[in-house]
């Protein structure tokens, strides 16, 4: 019930290329989605986040598409850089809880 | 703004022994969580303290322990070590009404040997 699965695993794409992560929940009672970013040695960083009253929400380059009914959400990176090379996060939370369910990570490569 | 802090950066211990780590929030921040990252269990989440209490805890056992106090700063402990301990310990930190946007810190590396 408290699952938050994650795919790919890992992803290699050329500069300029759009990776996209998907994940999906299990508990209806979710009700922020963030996604983290963690550098090699690094704490993982907040990116973008998405409640379920929206479909999709863009901050600069990331854009996360969310689908209530299927309980799915999915990170896009537009232009992507070989600075974006990194492993990616999915979350979910409730409010009441506090607590972030973590999906397993994906390893992005983006190759110059 | 400085961010989360946390301190030692890395920790080596032996079976058996007591871990404590240190974390110090955003300023302003007043709740504290910790999260275990460990290789191929991903993140998960330990304790969440906010204004001094435990409010929350993840599914580890009572020897996995901590505090926050009143300047906001918070330790966790871990009694009894055992080799599946060793991960990266994460702390993290949330104000107020953006309670749902949590910072982490670079984290403290425990290894139990």
């Known amino acids: 019930q408290q699952q938050v699965k994650q795919s790919p695993q890992s992803l290699i794409v050329q500069k300029g290329g759009i990776p996209i992560i998907n994940c999906a929940y299990e508990?209806?009672?979710?009700?922020?989605f963030p996604w983290y970013q963690q550098f090699p040695g690094k704490g993982p960083a907040l990116l973008i986040a998405i409640r379920p009253d929206v479909s999709e929400k863009k901050e600069g380059r990331f854009t996360i598409s969310f689908n209530k009914s299927a309980k799915q959400f999915s990170l896009h990176i537009m232009d992507s850089q070989p600075g974006d090379s990194a492993t990616y996060f999915c979350a979910s939370q409730t409010g009441s809880a506090r607590q972030l369910t973590f999906g397993s990570g994906t390893q992005l490569t983006v190759l110059p | 703004e400085a961010g989360v802090t946390q301190s030692p950066t890395h920790l080596i211990k032996t079976r058996g022994q007591q871990a404590t780590l240190r974390c110090s929030p955003i300023s302003g921040h007043t709740s504290v969580y910790w999260y275990q990252q460990a290789l191929g269990l991903g993140l998960q989440f330990l304790l969440w303290y906010d204004e001094g209490e435990e409010r929350n805890r993840g599914n580890f056992p009572p020897r996995f322990s901590g505090r926050q106090f009143p300047n906001y700063s918070s330790e966790l402990n871990v009694n009894a070590l055992e080799l599946e301990d060793s991960a990266l310990y994460l702390c993290?930190?949330?104000?107020?009404?953006?309670?749902?946007?949590?910072?982490f810190g670079p984290g403290t590396r425990l290894t139990v040997l």
């Open positions: 993290a930190s949330s104000w107020g009404v953006s309670y749902n946007e949590q910072f």
């Open positions: 508990n209806t009672a979710f009700d922020y």
